[in-house]
């Protein structure tokens, strides 16, 4: 931190991305604020077993992990707010973050505020998460071998979703509450193509239903007759989308119509120079967390570069990427 109060680097968000860009900014010596909500971690503390991220032969408990990432960044001296912002004035620098009446002033941010999945809302969704609800098929389905599952949503990600699954369930139903798909054609077409998977439509999943362990049947009801009926599944994939969490940052920063940010192709940088997006805030195609981790290192060599040429080391800013990228 500078005399004056004002940081090099503000990191808003604690997950995959926002501890990655921490560990990075802080063994740059920029000594960064992790300001990373008070529901820290991201969609990997609603996870289970992570099976697919490179380390972790034996597979790792999603919030372990995150404690884990969380502490790396620690030993190198990312401090950390462990609370919500509420508000950000990016008009000028040094940029202005507000966590209640709290001020925080930084020359650099880096966004990696993540994606929510969109929930269902219905009974026995939220106690079954990570025992049987899941949001993440690359995630989960090697979890699902010869089983049968019910994936629900009507878009691509939901035919994307039930196919994939097809490589390791027995059987794949398709939930959809009307009788016609947002898909694209060529998507719901390999998808009716495909033996292992079914569809019922005009239906909505009512109820999740399980025991102290896993669930075992979701209770669905029809939308033409409003009619009950249990169906078995041993695991319950919801791919009705994702919502980006930059309410925040709208009428200051570049976003698509859905709300992702928007940054410079090849690089973190948003229409605001200091400020970068990093992770799920702008990815909404592979949503992974070795790709957000991927990011977060992108915005903290991003936020250095940018900082090395203002305090006038253009050199320093030149090579240090290099020389990080020798270390890993």
Request: charged share 30%; with cysteine.
């Given at each position: 931190m500078e005399e004056n109060g004002v940081r090099d680097v503000i990191v808003i968000g604690g997950g995959p991305a926002g501890y990655t860009a921490a560990l990075y900014a802080a063994r740059a010596n920029l000594h960064p604020l992790v300001i990373e909500g008070f529901q820290w971690g991201?969609?990997?503390?609603?996870?289970?077993?992570?099976?697919?991220?490179?380390?972790?032969?034996?597979?790792?408990?999603?919030?372990?992990?995150?404690?884990?990432?969380?502490?790396?960044?620690?030993?190198?001296?990312?401090?950390?707010?462990?609370?919500?912002?509420?508000?950000?004035?990016?008009?000028?620098?040094?940029?202005?973050?507000?966590?209640?009446?709290?001020?925080?002033?930084?020359?650099?941010?880096?966004?990696?505020?993540?994606?929510?999945?969109?929930?269902?809302?219905?009974?026995?969704?939220?106690?079954?998460?990570?025992?049987?609800?899941?949001?993440?098929?690359?995630?989960?389905?090697?979890?699902?071998?010869?089983?049968?599952?019910?994936?629900?949503?009507?878009?691509?990600?939901?035919?994307?979703?039930?196919?994939?699954?097809?490589?390791?369930?027995?059987?794949?139903?398709?939930?959809?509450?009307?009788?016609?798909?947002?898909?694209?054609?060529?998507?719901?077409?390999?998808?009716?193509?495909?033996?292992?998977?079914?569809f019922v439509l005009n239906a909505v999943v009512e109820d999740v239903v399980g025991d102290e362990r896993s669930i075992n049947e979701v209770r669905l009801r029809s939308t033409v007759d409003d009619s009950t009926w249990e169906l078995p599944a041993d695991g319950l994939f919801v791919a009705i989308g994702h919502d980006p969490n930059t309410s925040l940052f709208l009428d200051q920063l570049d976003h698509d119509e859905a709300g992702y940010l928007v940054t410079e192709p090849g690089s973190t940088r948003t229409n605001v120079e200091g400020v970068f997006a990093v992770g799920d805030v702008v990815d909404h195609t592979y949503r992974q967390a070795i790709t957000a981790a991927g990011s977060g290192c992108m915005g903290a060599l991003d936020a250095e570069r940018f900082l090395s040429e203002r305090h006038g080391h253009p050199e320093a800013a030149l090579t240090a990427p290099r020389a990080e990228a020798a270390e890993v």
């Open positions: 991201g969609q990997l503390m609603i996870t289970s077993d992570v099976e697919n991220y490179p380390g972790y032969p034996d597979g790792v408990l999603g919030p372990t992990m995150m404690e884990e990432f969380r502490r790396q960044a620690g030993r190198f001296g990312a401090e950390f707010v462990t609370d919500d912002v509420t508000r950000v004035d990016l008009s000028e620098r040094p940029f202005k973050v507000w966590v209640g009446d709290e001020l925080y002033t930084a020359e650099a941010v880096i966004v990696a505020t993540g994606a929510s999945a969109r929930k269902l809302g219905v009974r026995g969704e939220r106690e079954y998460q990570g025992r049987g609800v899941t949001y993440c098929a690359v995630c989960d389905a090697a979890f699902y071998p010869d089983k049968d599952v019910v994936v629900v949503g009507g878009g691509d990600s939901a035919m994307e979703e039930a196919l994939f699954l097809t490589k390791f369930a027995r059987k794949v139903t398709i939930v959809h509450r009307r009788d016609e798909f947002r898909a694209s054609p060529i998507m719901v077409d390999r998808a009716r193509a495909n033996d292992k998977i079914e």
